[in-house]
């Protein structure tokens, strides 16, 4: 079995995109398949170099792995179809010579005005064929006439394609609605998509085509392409779309479209392709946090999903939580240690197993790696400048009896070794103070706010000299 995913690199890769790569590795997975990565750059004007590298490079990042490929190789090369156009040629001129293809030399403003007629009229567009019997005679004179031809397939009629599709079912096509006589190579030279896609397919033997249903009106093309050449036609399923919240084809507007950005805003790649497969397929058991190994036994060819999948960022947000808190702590730590680099901590200057304390402290309340910054603040910063509500704490009479107290028994009695369990406990003792009016104005003092970790897990972690320097600073700004 061979599968293959077929990027075209015009752009970064899209999440949709990104969900068939991940079904398609899946499926690899599941069945012992060979994965093909195919890089479909026929379109000259917007393909790149660059949109191919960074396409490889965030589908590696996703963890996904190709048997064959541009940098993999493999015995069905090239992997990019602009290397591949001498093969396409002698199957146009295979074409050509069985009658089965003809020059077109209608220009684009002779085929726009046979457009104009038809929606005037009404009418969908069909090409009416009118190069297809062109004698040489006539087609040497358009030629003087400075005119390229395209070269159209020639669409037989009453041919009736059926695809058993493993998603869509039984799907009938009639070779007479499918718009006519289509170009396969266009005035300068170029194959175009529809056409060269299943010469690949059978080339590189493909036996399961595993893409968005937005291919679905494109196949019996394919398939017409396929008899005409005798290639063998692979088995088909076509992924439901993947839709934005308003159930309208998923875009930029809705939300974070490119893997790139998930990438760069601390996603997870487990979470992320947990996420995408969750687009395609679900578990009997309802399952949704599943690792790639347990999706890659439990799925299957003919249980992917049927209905459209509404992409719901809230829930890839807290499943990437959840990814976040389960994962292992020196793994997540590496994980979390650029985003603090890019809020302008010093990392290196930390000594690691503190800072995975920190880590561990904080997880908790990251959904995306770049929370991080935000809530590690507590311990990296030297001081916390206290927020309105702890502010108006602070200003209470009875707060300031904390603070006195705290103050006293951090530039005395206290030290390195007995200052995280005799302050709260010493303040206690000393002012009579309990419950909230204890509790409240000391993690005011050392945290600068009212909410966050227990101070039993705060005050170890943030050490002696911090919690001293802080309630110094406290005690300067609200004690008088
Ligand atoms: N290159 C096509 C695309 O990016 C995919 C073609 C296919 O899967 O058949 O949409």
Redesign the pocket.
Known sequence: MRL?????PTGYLHIG?AR?AVLNYLLARKYDATYVLRV?DTDMERSTRESEASILDDLRWLGIRWNEGPDAGGEFGPYRQSERFDIYKKYTDILLAEKKAYHCYCTQDELEEMRREASEAGRAFVYPGKCRNLGDAERAALEAQGRKPTVRFLVPDDETVVINDHIKGRVVFESGNIGGDFIIVRSDGVPV?NYI?IIDDALMKITH?V??E??LP?TPKQVLIARALNLPVPEYAHLSLVLGSDRSKLSKRHGITSVDVYRREGYLAEALVNYLAMLGWAAESGEEILGVDEIARQIEMGNLARSAAVFDFQKLRWMNGMYIRACELGKITDLFIPHLRDAGYDVSVLERSWLERVIDAVRGNCEVLSDVPRHAALFLDEIMEPDAEASAMLEEPDSKIVIAEAYRLITGELDETTYAAGLVGGIKKNTGMKGKKLFMPVRAMLTGSLHGPELDVTVPILGYGKCRRRIEYIHGRYAG
């Open positions: 293959r995913f077929a990027p075209s995109n068939t479909e998509y896609v085509v893409r968005g937005d291919h494109n």
